[in-house]
């Protein structure tokens, strides 16, 4: 009998998981594990261009023979560039090659780090920091500003190729929070730069979206015209000069 229960429950469970597999296919970069695609399978070729194999014997001269996995990010991200600004996991097994390690050490750092994107992305890829404080501050009403606004789901891209909206870690601004990261990549994904708006509203990120639209270049850091940096809105109440130094022990008494 009970035999007949746990493989009735086993049948389920892998019927739940067929269907899973098949609804999250076309999203696989929001899951926690990789599901091959058309445009995005070991079985397709992918090496490294000529002129970036030179890139490649120079970034592994900086590192001992003995310990060239540790130039494992600066592969993976020169791989990225030359795949136009993501990373399929044919691109990491040729740099799990290079390096000579087997692919699973590729891929926990692959996926660990926020910089590298295991999908297609636009030429403008908006990140918002998903972290304690930014969502206390209403980080997850900025993200719903930006879907609504583009019309499209998390880690999709935009009809015509200019914006995509994922999600990053801790961007280390948490007194500026909310904050989102724009991967700006309309140079080529060879000359990336990634720039941060601080304290930013619902309103704010839509009108940063138009900006970037029109081809401009909206100032970064905060958006809060009443604050300079990290400073208090209004200005400082408090230590307007520079604070006395404090007092230091008698050393020749000790």
């Known amino acids: 009998m009970f035999a007949r229960l746990a493989s009735r429950r086993l049948c389920e469970i892998r019927q739940a998981f067929s269907q899973r597999h098949q609804v999250h296919r076309q999203f696989s970069t929001a899951l926690n594990y990789h599901l091959d695609s058309p445009d995005n399978n070991p079985d397709l070729p992918w090496e490294f261009s000529e002129k970036n194999k030179v890139k490649v014997k120079e970034i592994i001269s900086q590192y001992p023979s003995n310990y060239k996995q540790s130039a494992v990010i600066p592969l993976l991200d020169l791989a990225q560039q030359q795949h136009g600004g993501w990373l399929p996991v044919s691109a990491m097994n040729a740099v799990a090659k290079v390096i000579e390690v087997a692919p699973i050490r590729v891929y926990e750092v692959a996926t660990f780090y926020s910089m590298f994107n295991r999908a297609k992305v636009g030429k403008y890829h908006l990140l918002v920091c998903g972290t304690t404080p930014c969502m206390i501050r209403g980080s997850r009403d900025i993200e719903s500003a930006l879907l609504k606004h583009l019309g499209v789901k998390r880690n999709e891209v935009t009809k015509d190729g200019l914006f995509s909206v994922g999600e990053m870690e801790c961007m280390g601004s948490c007194v500026n929070a909310p904050m989102i990261t724009v991967a700006d990549y309309s140079n080529g ?55 006395k130094p404090p007092p230091c022990r008698d050393l020749d008494a000790c």
């Open 189 to 243: 994904s060879e000359g990336y730069t990634y720039n941060y708006y601080e304290d930013v509203t619902p309103e704010r990120v839509v009108e940063i979206v138009q900006a970037l639209k029109r081809g401009e270049k909206p100032p970064h850091g905060t958006q809060n015209p009443k604050r300079c940096m990290s400073g208090p809105e209004g200005g400082n109440t408090t230590l307007h000069g520079e604070p």
